[in-house]
């Protein structure tokens, strides 16, 4: 782990945005917690189209602020695979709290498809996250769609 | 108000980096929650050193999508004083939970010293949360120290 930046201030807001203040780390979070994505490749796919060198220097940065761990495919050694280290997984309630606010403010928010979900997080954040911390530790993508199942 | 560019997506997580996601904005609304600042030059002199055309940029950028609300100070009209509207006040949970997360992973963030504050988030953001926002309406800066003797 390559040895992290001096910070600008130890704030705890500061320290958060110094990690993930950007436009895309998040949305890689996203990609791995909702959409099961584990890899290059998939990550690359986004709907919002990161470019290859941000995507890189993103998950280089994840990885050395331990969000992120890569392990190697099994079957095939060449394939690395992304994903979230404890620290990683615990920014899911700052993420769930993100979802609800922007059901709020976005008119056209695909969040008004997971209303179910959103009424959980809105009802009790901890106890959804863990769910979710959960499953994305099992491998299960949580997929809007699946979420919308549930009880 | 500025007409708004168009989204990378309405995905929950991207309208909200798209909005907040760089090193700053939500430094300033720290400011604001938790310093009671609410002028430019209160907001340049954070202890991250914002350079000005920073600072100015990330002010209209949050004032065009409603997170703040600009007034002249009334005896002074060439002062210019800026208060969180409501969707900037809904913020606050993010806020707060991203000060669980450093508090968690940074062992010298400033939230050590913030212990109770710590708890009460811990415990009920949203209850926690809809104080600090009835603080900040009525012009009240939640100082670390001052939180640190609430009950």
Same mark, same amino acid.
């Given at each position: ?16 945005? #110094?990690?993930?203040?950007? %436009? ?12 099961? %994505?584990? &890899? ?24 050395? $602020? ?25 920014? !899911?309630? !700052? ?5 609800? $606010? ?6 056209? &928010? ?10 959980? !997080? ?14 994305? %530790? #099992? ?13």
């Amino acid at each position: 782990m390559k040895k992290n930046p001096e910070l600008r201030s130890h704030c705890p807001i500061n320290y958060a945005l #110094e990690i993930f203040g950007d %436009k895309w780390s998040l949305l890689i979070i996203r990609d791995i917690v909702f959409r099961g %994505k584990d &890899s290059f490749n998939q990550f690359k796919k986004s709907q919002e189209a990161i470019a290859t060198n941000i995507l890189a220097t993103r998950l280089e940065k994840l990885l050395s $602020w331990g969000i992120l761990e890569k392990t190697a495919n099994l079957e095939d050694g060449r394939k690395e695979h992304y994903h979230l280290t404890q620290k990683g997984l615990d920014l !899911i309630p !700052i993420i769930l709290e993100m979802v609800l $606010w922007s059901y709020e403010y976005d008119n056209d &928010s695909e969040a008004k498809k997971i209303k179910k979900l959103v009424e959980l !997080i809105r009802k009790d954040n901890r106890k959804i996250s863990e769910k979710v911390k959960k499953q994305v %530790k #099992e491998g299960i993508g949580i997929v809007y769609e699946y979420l919308d199942d549930q009880d």
